[in-house]
């Protein structure tokens, strides 16, 4: 399993390595229609798609097609259990229809990316080596492999764009993939095996470091 999983996101992060400014968007979506259903967005996500709470994330710059994925998510399933589970989100989500999640994820696409400081300038060197090698011992693959070198995702294969997320919000993400509470990386398991192979310090300095990426 620790081979698969450095094997899968170099193949997939490698080989269909794209930003979203080099790329027509990946989903039939009206931005001009986005910008108008964002308005109840903006309460927390901010008027330009970057929230000031860094417990909620920011959403400018997003590749369309993580977030449409992620919206589904958060819609309960045919057993009433969802792959996120969040009470507001959840709420929100069972409003929205295919054609208003495809509307909203290509107008956040369009905005400017978020822009941030690391959250703590002496867990750089850790979150560094973790970002760009990974952690062999423990079966880790670098988070570049498939986020690129610079965070900015890989929207073919709907890996996200981390660059300037709030740490906070980066940290809690990946230990709800450690304990499971988050499932959304479907059947590959990917960042759930990940995640529960990191420390909670190791965490910590991923999420700081990814906050400062540009």
């Known amino acids: ?10 193949l997939a992060g490698f080989g269909l390595l794209a930003s979203v400014s080099q790329a027509e ?12 259903k964002s308005v109840t967005c903006s ?7 970057n929230s000031m709470s860094p417990a909620w994330p920011n959403l400018a710059g997003q590749a369309a097609s993580y977030t449409v994925a ?9 057993d009433g259990k969802a792959l996120r589970s969040d009470p507001l989100m959840t709420a929100q989500a069972m409003l929205l229809s295919e054609q208003d999640m495809n ?3 290509v107008y956040f696409e369009t905005l400017p990316k978020a ?6 300038s002496e867990l750089i060197a850790t979150g560094e080596a973790l970002w ?9 693959a670098a988070c570049m492999a498939c986020h690129g070198p610079d965070g900015r995702g890989n929207p073919a294969a709907a890996y996200p764009l981390l660059a300037g997320q709030h740490a906070t919000y980066t940290s809690k993400q990946l230990n709800d993939y450690a304990s499971g ?14 995640a529960e192979r990191l420390s909670p310090d190791e965490i910590k300095a991923l999420a700081s470091y990814i906050q400062g990426l540009k």
């Not at 399993?1 to 170099?10: D, E, G, L, R, T």
């Not at 760009?132 to 880790?140: D, E, I, S, W, Y």
């Open 70 to 78: 992620q919206l589904k998510a958060f819609k309960p399933v045919a």
């Open 1 to 10: 399993m620790k081979s698969n999983i450095v094997q899968i996101c170099v």
């Open 103 to 105: 509307d909203l994820a």
């Open 43 to 49: 309460a927390c996500h901010g008027t330009e798609g």
């Open 115 to 120: 822009s941030q400081a690391v959250a703590n």
């Open 25 to 36: 968007s990946l989903v039939n979506g009206n931005p001009e229609a986005g910008k108008t």
């Open 132 to 140: 760009r090698g990974g952690n062999a011992k423990k079966g880790v």
């Open 181 to 194: 509470a988050r499932q959304s990386d479907g059947k590959t398991r990917i960042m759930r095996d990940i």
